[in-house]
């Protein structure tokens, strides 16, 4: 592993149309599909949009690869099946459920197990199979995909790694995502997982029929929030040579399928496109804050979405709460109580978050869906109007949280919602709230304003 790393590189942009060869002179010259390709490669394109998408929205690559990616076994269903995977949400794996939601972190298991073996969707809505809509899934796994990789044919995967590196090899290269940085797997690229540090847990969110972008800044003007310097696609790594019973691992409607082959599918020498994974390190996140009064709506915080058709209603925003300065005067500072029309999924990759003094752990994750009232725990809002008087500037070190973020209502996973690490007390943060109403603070102020 430690050879890998010390030859890890990167191609640095957002949406660019890159280029990359491991060995010179890979990629063909003025076409993309010679009658023979350099090296006796194979020429084979992958298509994340439809032919005739709009020319700022198509994105498509080209892959020159040893042997095609067709040249496998037939699909079978894969034994032993996969029982907590969905992407079709409806009343036979699913639940609505208005209550505010919080689980603990759960544990990674003893038993060895892969990045496929541990993941499991918490909740979601739509269909992978009507192209529109989003699951949210966690993982824990504790060993590495052995001859094996796995392909989402259902949509794009957003990882959030909380808990120990993930070792990333894909089609166009490699990527190592430590906690703290997040990864995008396009929807159909074939990617392994290893784990450098030996176990892993994570959020991983998928989207259906849509691609994460970055969002308009608007007002805020030419830079700010992401930048698109800071993504980074891998560059061309192959590997060559027969691979005798290797495993295909393919997402289909929420199903998982298997097919063998006889080579590793990263035996890619060389690729050009626009449609390719990608890592983003979330500390050079530039934030933006109130630096008055009140305090700013999280959507200041985006990092990517995916837009729906509707402008301005994401299909799924990715938000992070990162360290930051807190200034604002004669104002509340921890985010304000709400309730909202788009649904709410957040996690904790360290530190504490800024309106739960307690029980929202790193690795655990809340849902408030649309409607459903949230806001400060009891501790917090004490703990803040305590001090009043002494609302000096102050910075949040040490923390990260995140938030995906819907316009579509979720459905909970039964085996979520049964879950052992499901805290059922989660409501009691806020029974402690207390009324501070007074008419007598009205009254003085009523009087102050006629002596005057």
């Not at 449609?275 to 500390?283: G, R, T």
């Not at 804050?289 to 999280?298: C, S, Y």
């Amino acid at each position: 592993m430690g050879e890998k790393l010390a030859d890890l590189q990167y191609q640095p942009g957002f949406g660019n149309h890159f280029s990359s060869e491991a060995i010179p002179g890979a990629l063909p010259r003025d076409q993309n599909s010679p009658l023979v390709c350099p090296l006796g490669l194979y020429a084979e394109q992958i298509s994340g949009t439809s032919f005739t998408s709009p020319r700022k929205l198509n994105q498509r690559s080209w892959l020159y690869r040893i042997k095609p990616s067709v040249t496998h076994e037939p699909f079978k269903p894969r034994v032993p099946a996969h029982t907590r995977l969905v992407s079709e949400f409806d009343a036979s794996n699913s639940r609505t459920n208005p209550t505010q939601l919080r689980w603990r972190p759960e544990d990674v298991p003893d038993s060895p197990t892969d990045f496929v073996d541990g993941l499991y969707t918490v909740c979601g809505a739509g269909s992978s199979f009507l192209r529109h809509g989003f699951a949210i899934h966690m993982y824990t796994a504790n060993k590495g995909m052995k001859d094996s990789a796995f392909c989402n044919a259902d949509g794009d995967f957003l990882f959030v790694p909380q808990a120990g590196r993930v070792w990333i090899e894909t089609e166009c290269g490699r990527l190592l995502v430590s906690p703290g940085e997040i990864a995008v797997i396009p929807q159909g690229f074939r990617f392994s997982i290893d784990l450098p540090d030996g176990k892993s847990h994570g959020y991983v969110a998928e989207i259906y029929g849509a691609h994460f972008q970055l969002p308009d800044l608007g007002p805020i003007g030419a830079n700010g929030l992401a930048a698109p310097r800071d993504f980074l696609a891998p560059t061309a790594w192959f590997e060559e040579g027969l691979r005798p019973d290797y495993t295909i691992v393919q997402k289909f409607g929420g199903e998982l399928f298997t097919a063998k082959q006889d080579f590793s599918p990263f035996n890619v020498v060389a690729w050009h496109g626009n449609y390719v994974p990608y890592k983003y390190d979330l500390h050079k996140f530039c934030p933006y804050n109130t630096v008055l009064v009140d305090h700013g709506d999280p959507s200041v915080n985006t990092v990517l979405t995916a837009p729906t058709d509707k402008p301005g209603v994401a299909l799924l925003d990715f938000v992070i709460f990162p360290p930051r300065w807190l200034v604002a005067e004669h104002t509340f500072r921890p985010p304000y109580y709400h309730r909202n029309c788009m649904s709410e999924f957040m996690g904790l990759i360290y530190g504490a978050y800024e309106a739960k003094a307690d029980g929202f752990l790193p690795g655990g994750a809340s849902l408030h869906s649309c409607m459903t009232p949230h806001g400060p725990d009891t501790t917090t809002y004490e703990a803040t109007i305590a001090r009043v008087n002494a609302m000096a500037p102050y910075k949040l070190t040490g923390t990260m949280a995140f938030m995906f973020e819907s316009a579509l209502i979720p459905r909970v996973c039964h085996w979520a919602l049964e879950s052992p690490f499901l805290d059922h007390d989660y409501y009691q943060c806020w029974i402690g709230l207390k009324s501070h109403f007074s008419r007598i603070a009205l009254d003085e102020t009523n009087v102050e304003s006629t002596d005057k």
